[in-house]
């Protein structure tokens, strides 16, 4: 158990080590501090090499600034082969209990387990040291599938944790790390690459493909064709190629098994069904269903899907045709996503909003523009909205260098500007009807 203690040993804050802490991602940050220093289990979830671990160690660290004592910070994560040994959740305990009785550390114990959906039954454990009322302990878990909340977990602790989505940089932390304005120059050169964080620290485009390439490649073999036995991995490449090169756009399932099937493939509806779930758990891909803003339900059928990241299509797929705006409502739908919202797809009589957004009381419809050149173009982008008789606030978000007069109660803002738009004081006084 020693030489395991030394290997844990040295990923720890313990005797003067400070793991890497990367770029401090501070909206991620200020928004789990709001809810430190009780039971609640912090789930930290979202695709591989988004930087979760580096977020767990970022309040790791925030933590110690604020004057816990580093040996009573616990961090494990699965993913190092160093922990190939920790397989079932007895084996952590077994750890955990070593760590206590080697530091022993006073007052309440920090346990940070990342990738934890690598251990078996690692709910049982999360559940008892979360409610111990004969010790004090404080966890936080990060996980790699959506789903990993679904189950056991979720029953033992039936609301006694907090769920935390962690997406690649957005563009105002793409700035921030490339040092960069916030302008529209820089948010086009955010949209021609991505927001992977190892993307920053590589050299040249052709590394950054090799990269982009290495994390897909990944995301698929171990959180789907391994936790699920895929048996033709060649279709589950296939159907992820067709989505991501057709992002924003209405989809059935029906639509791909026929494109499948039109090129010769031999498929079912169930599996195209399976495989396109199985992606969607991995955080690849994002679906928004279609709201019907007058029934006020979302309605069965097509849906759209998005990107996690645009370096997908960027760096993978470049050769398929797929238009710059395309590209803007794939970052705006993440944009909504990373402030909060639940985003649909919004249905009127004969109209379409591409975002109806949601949050607790708030609401706020969203329209897609790349550019609006000419009044024609205008009138079309805003008619969908003036049609909603709420008093909601409604937007365009576009790449125009000036910024258009509100209309009918309609706001124009530049793509660029769509994050302090998002987090100012104002919207969420509209948006909760206030105004």
């Avoid at 990738?115 to 010790?135: A, C, H, K, M, P």
């Amino acid at each position: 158990m020693e030489e395991k203690f030394n290997s844990l040993a040295k990923y720890n804050f313990w005797n003067g080590n400070v793991p890497q802490q990367g770029f401090l991602r501070t909206d991620y940050l200020n928004a789990i501090r709001g809810y430190c220093h009780n039971k609640l289990v912090k789930v930290i979830v979202g695709q591989r090499r988004t930087g979760k671990s580096y977020i767990l160690r970022q309040i790791a660290n925030d933590l110690i600034n604020s004057g816990v004592h580093p040996h009573n910070i616990f961090y494990l994560n699965k993913e190092y082969i160093d922990f190939d040994f920790v397989n079932h959740y007895t084996d952590l305990e077994q750890l955990i209990k070593h760590y206590q009785l080697t530091l022993k550390p006073l007052g309440k114990i920090y346990l940070f387990l990342d990738e934890i959906q690598n251990i078996v039954q690692w709910e049982r454990l999360v559940n008892s040291y979360s409610q111990d009322f004969t010790g004090s302990y404080e966890v936080f878990i990060s996980g790699s599938n959506s789903k990993m909340l679904s189950g056991e977990l979720a029953t033992l602790l039936s609301g006694r944790y907090v769920n935390f989505e962690i997406f690649p940089f957005s563009f105002k932390e793409f700035s921030g790390i490339t040092k960069q304005e916030i302008n529209k120059e820089t948010y086009l050169k955010y949209m021609q690459t991505g927001g992977l964080p190892e993307l920053f620290v590589l050299p040249n485009e052709e590394n950054k493909r090799h990269y982009v390439a290495s994390v897909k490649d990944t995301v698929l073999l171990r959180d789907v064709i391994q936790r699920h036995a895929i048996k033709d991995p060649k279709l589950l490449e296939e159907i992820f190629i067709y989505l991501v090169n057709n992002a924003a756009n209405l989809l059935s399932i029906n639509n791909v098994t026929n494109y499948l099937k039109s090129k010769g493939r031999k498929t079912t509806y169930d599996t195209i069904a399976n495989y396109i779930g199985y992606i969607e758990d991995t955080f690849l891909l994002h679906k928004a269903e279609r709201f019907d803003i007058k029934g006020k339900d979302t309605i069965a059928g097509n849906v759209k899907y998005y990107c996690n990241d645009l370096a997908y299509k960027n760096y993978l797929y470049a050769g398929f045709g797929y238009g710059i705006g395309y590209q803007l409502e794939n970052l705006i739908y993440l944009e909504l996503r990373r402030s909060g919202y639940e985003v649909y797809v919004g249905v009127m009589p004969n109209k379409e909003i591409d975002f109806v957004a949601t949050k607790a009381d708030q609401k706020l419809y969203v329209q897609s523009a790349y550019l609006l050149i000419d009044q024609a173009t205008i009138k079309r982008e805003y008619a969908s909205l003036e049609a909603i008789s709420d008093n909601y606030p409604k937007i365009v978000v576009s790449l125009d260098d000036l910024v258009m007069p509100i209309s009918k109660g309609i706001i124009h803002v530049q793509a660029w500007k769509l994050h302090d738009f998002l987090t100012g004081p104002s919207v969420k006084k509209q948006s909760s009807g206030l105004f």
